[in-house]
């Protein structure tokens, strides 16, 4: 059984945390939203920037425990080079699903 591979998936989580809150700056400079997930996480806590900021580290950090669940799964169940896609898109599906059912809804 292999390890996972700690590093990684702590690249990973921050790249893919940060990848996330790109798409939706984006999307509010368009005009599209203006849903801010790190202004959201921050606000329980502060205001201003200052709960950007605080928001902007609890995305960060959600992104690495995120990663580090994926990587655990994907060790679980032997996911290798040849189905490794159809196991991450299993679990993104999952993600997904519980996203829009637990969190949209309270936001």
Same mark, same amino acid.
């Given at each position: 059984?292999?390890?996972?591979?700690?590093?990684?998936?702590?690249?990973? =989580?921050? $790249?893919?945390?940060?990848? /996330?809150?790109?798409?939706?700056?984006?999307?509010?400079?368009?005009?599209?939203?203006? !849903?801010?997930?790190?202004?959201?996480?921050?606000?329980? /806590?502060?205001? =201003?920037?200052?709960?950007?900021?605080?928001?902007?580290?609890?995305?960060?950090? $959600?992104?690495?425990?995120?990663?580090?669940?994926?990587?655990?799964?994907?060790?679980?169940?032997?996911?290798?080079?040849?189905?490794?896609?159809?196991? =991450?898109?299993?679990?993104?599906?999952?993600? =997904?699903? !519980?996203?829009?059912?637990?969190? !949209?809804?309270?936001?």
């Amino acid at each position: 059984m292999t390890e996972v591979n700690v590093l990684g998936a702590i690249i990973a =989580g921050l $790249s893919a945390a940060a990848v /996330f809150s790109m798409f939706t700056a984006m999307a509010r400079a368009m005009g599209m939203t203006t !849903m801010s997930i790190e202004k959201t996480l921050g606000a329980m /806590f502060a205001e =201003g920037t200052t709960a950007t900021v605080i928001g902007t580290i609890m995305h960060l950090m $959600s992104g690495i425990v995120f990663a580090f669940v994926y990587a655990v799964i994907f060790v679980a169940v032997g996911a290798g080079a040849s189905n490794g896609w159809v196991i =991450g898109a299993i679990i993104g599906l999952v993600h =997904g699903l !519980m996203v829009g059912a637990l969190v !949209m809804p309270m936001m």
